[in-house]
């Protein structure tokens, strides 16, 4: 693992990350988003490993993380008037766009599918590694299929340390979830991933938008479609209460012991008497995407069996969030608890 705080740091990690990437390698990055498993996107070879080591199935696609849209363009075959419009919005930042994809994007980063999605991220660090590589990187999220995705280096070490050769640390994502996925190849746009810039945003730009991946989806064209993702270890499930007592009535009649039942809640708090963890997560979207997988992360480290989070409001700004936890708490049995 190698530090970023210093501009000797910096320029040092870079070095070391564009060298084994250069060779054919995977590298952990950070990004604004979450931190991201990087390989050359113009070899095939390379972007294999990412779904080597992360047990990824071969019809989830990966992302294309570029530098400016020169970089951008020679990733697709056409680059549309919306394209430039939606790119000089929201780029650098957390929107993808999905766009036909040009012939030197193997297949597999794309799932076999006709179309590509592009970021250009706002970190500085990945911004200075596609840079010093010349070559743009495919990167879906450090960790392994289907789990929570990483925001500190410290997630991606417990999961994939001994899979990768470095990890780079460049300190606590600052968004904390994945990109808004928007497809640019179809009229009207179509959002297929929510995100932390929202609908209305998009709307501003493209003035209309279609939700979801339609009626019939085929190859998938963006991650974050498969039914449970973004999952911990731990039973995730999500809660309403009115009072603590109902809370504790509830948990009583799971199969989890109380101390294995982590509470997660932004509004109404219980006390922590008995429960393994209780933590508290701001009330405010961003804030609370910026905490979200990392307290997720945290209960896994704890040992919870069960994690409780309190349900979210049903507002526009609140619906990316929404979609994490949906996806990360597709039912399941809880475990029987063992002893206390």
Request: net charge negative; proline share 9%; aromatic share 4%.
């Amino acid at each position: 693992m190698l530090p970023t705080h210093t501009l000797s740091l910096f320029q040092h990690a870079v070095e070391e990350a564009a060298a084994l990437l250069r060779a054919g390698e995977v590298v952990a990055v950070p990004t604004e988003t979450v931190y991201g498993l990087a390989a050359n996107a113009l070899n095939a070879e390379a972007v294999e490993s990412i779904f080597r080591v992360k047990g990824r199935p071969s019809l989830n696609p990966i992302i294309v993380h570029v530098v400016g849209t020169d970089m951008a363009q020679d990733c697709a075959e056409r680059w549309p008037e919306m394209a430039e419009r939606l790119a000089k919005a929201f780029w650098p930042g957390p929107l993808t766009m999905v766009l036909p994809r040009s012939a030197g994007i193997p297949g597999i980063v794309t799932a076999g599918g006709e179309t590509v999605g592009i970021r250009w991220p706002s970190h500085p660090f990945v911004q200075a590694l596609i840079l010093a590589c010349g070559f743009p990187l495919a990167a879906p999220s450090a960790n392994l299929s289907n789990r929570v995705s990483p925001t500190r280096a410290d997630h991606v070490e417990v999961q994939l340390g001994r899979l990768i050769p470095l990890i780079i640390d460049g300190g606590p994502c600052q968004v904390g979830i994945e990109s808004t996925v928007l497809d640019v190849s179809v009229h009207p746009p179509r959002l297929l991933r929510p995100g932390m810039i929202h609908d209305q945003a998009l709307l501003a730009v493209t003035l209309e938008l279609g939700i979801g991946p339609g009626k019939a989806p085929g190859i998938l064209r963006s991650p974050g479609q498969l039914a449970k993702h973004y999952s911990p270890e731990a039973t995730l499930e999500i809660w309403s209460w009115e009072d603590e007592e109902q809370l504790r009535r509830r948990c009583s009649q799971s199969r989890v012991a109380l101390n294995k039942i982590h509470i997660v809640a932004h509004t109404l708090v219980p006390s922590g008497e008995g429960f393994g963890r209780v933590s508290v997560i701001p009330h405010d979207p961003e804030a609370f995407a910026r905490a979200l997988y990392a307290e997720l992360h945290a209960c896994d480290e704890a040992g919870a069996m069960l994690i409780i989070m309190e349900a979210l409001p049903g507002t526009s700004e609140w619906h990316a969030l929404a979609d994490r936890l949906n996806r990360a708490s597709v039912a399941q049995p809880p475990p029987i608890s063992g002893s206390p």
